[in-house]
């Protein structure tokens, strides 16, 4: 059952109450997300304000622009979850290797690992524009109390306990499942709390929105190429209509609340595709089946696809389900 009055808190404590965990180890560390993101979102909301915004003349591991706020957040989550004790590792987008939170000294027997994107569409933040966080947990695969392992982080996106992500938009919200559906919680910035706005929120099984960057257009693979033709195809009984912000998380909610497709696919410049499967694609991708949707490859489901290094992109597209078949049947023919 579902109340629309309740608190992010409250509604964690519940769902521990109700045995979709069996210890509190889950709720604190959702807990400590939560906390974290409300201290970004307090950033994001001043960057115009403060000498944050900007790039840092530093590239990040996989040699992108990475702007103040990238290293803020990745610092601001990284802490939070270390310093709470309540992790055995985390691997992020802004890190070249994961983090082992078992060294001697911090010895513990978490059992949960957190991949995180910590600030994406970052390239949005200068021009006010909304960008998210994603995170991403699955339980450990080697031995409790032992420095964690690269196996550990390099599971299947089926293997995930927990997914969500935070969209720092116009109003700031946290969408997060933990395999029992997917709900949206709005943050109340005068409370500074979470409220359960989006209680068990579903993908329309059709939609008319497509989101890809066209500017790469003449780069895309056959079946995408057509794809497109055919959304903007006048004789089309539905009108689509194509929308592409550039933060992953923004393109994506939007068209998981209103019915859409995202796409990201190969070009000749990315040949692997430019989003990260498990910083980005396996968590959007556990979401967006939680909420009825369809995440694959390009003809393979993203959760099954075995993950082989930390960083590692793949071409990427999720959406309404009937949108995303038609895609893949014109890719499969190509
Ligand atoms: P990040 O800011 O974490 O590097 O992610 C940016 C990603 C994703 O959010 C977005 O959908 C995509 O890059 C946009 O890429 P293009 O600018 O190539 O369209
Ligand atoms: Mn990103
Ligand atoms: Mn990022």
């Given at each position: 059952m579902t109340n629309k009055n309740q608190t992010l808190g409250e509604f964690i404590i519940e769902n521990q109450k109700s045995h979709q965990y069996s210890s509190g180890e889950l709720s604190s560390?959702?807990?400590?997300?939560?906390?974290?993101?409300?201290?970004?979102n307090f950033q994001v909301n001043k960057a115009g304000l403060v000498d944050i915004i900007g790039d840092s003349n530093t590239i990040n591991t996989q040699g992108e622009e990475q702007q103040k706020l990238?290293?803020?957040?990745?610092?601001?989550?990284?802490?939070?979850?270390?310093?709470?004790?309540?992790?055995?590792?985390?691997?992020?987008?802004?890190?070249?290797?994961?983090?082992?939170?078992n060294s001697l000294d911090e010895c513990n027997n978490n059992k949960y690992v957190?991949?995180?994107?910590?600030?994406?569409?970052?390239?949005?933040?200068?021009?006010?524009?909304?960008?998210?966080?994603?995170?991403?947990?699955?339980k450990r695969v080697s031995e409790t109390g032992t420095k964690v392992e690269l196996k550990d982080f390099l599971q299947k996106g089926n293997k995930q306990v927990a997914a969500g992500y935070i969209i720092y938009g116009t109003s700031t919200m946290l969408v997060y499942t933990t395999g029992f559906g997917v709900n949206g919680f709005t943050l109340n910035p005068a409370i500074g709390s979470f409220y359960l706005s989006h209680p068990e929120i579903k993908f329309p099984e059709?939609?008319?929105?497509y989101s890809i960057n066209e500017g790469n257009y003449l780069q895309f693979p056959k079946?995408?190429?057509k794809?497109?033709?055919?959304?903007?195809?006048?004789?089309?009984?539905?009108?689509?209509?194509?929308?592409?912000?550039g933060s992953l998380v923004s393109d994506f909610h939007r068209n998981m609340i209103k019915?859409?497709?995202?796409?990201?696919?190969?070009?000749?410049?990315?040949?692997?595709?430019?989003?990260?499967?498990?910083y980005e694609c396996n968590p959007i991708a556990f979401i967006c089946e939680q909420a009825g949707g369809v995440a694959i490859d390009g003809s393979s489901r993203i959760l099954d696809v075995n993950p082989k290094s930390l960083h590692q992109r793949i071409p990427f597209y999720c959406g309404s389900p009937s949108m995303v078949k038609k895609l893949k049947s014109l890719m499969i023919n190509n």
């Open positions: 560390l959702i807990n400590s997300i939560r906390l974290a993101a409300k201290v970004v990238d290293f803020y957040a990745n610092d601001i989550f990284i802490n939070a979850l270390r310093n709470r004790n309540i992790v055995c590792g985390i691997a992020s987008e802004e890190e070249e290797d994961f983090i082992s939170i957190v991949l995180i994107d910590p600030l994406d569409g970052s390239s949005n933040i200068d021009v006010n524009v909304s960008v998210g966080t994603i995170f991403s947990i699955y059709k939609g008319n929105i079946g995408v190429k794809y497109i033709k055919y959304c903007q195809d006048e004789t089309n009984k539905v009108a689509y209509t194509s929308r592409y912000i019915g859409g497709i995202y796409m990201y696919p190969n070009t000749s410049k990315n040949i692997n595709g430019k989003l990260r499967l498990l």
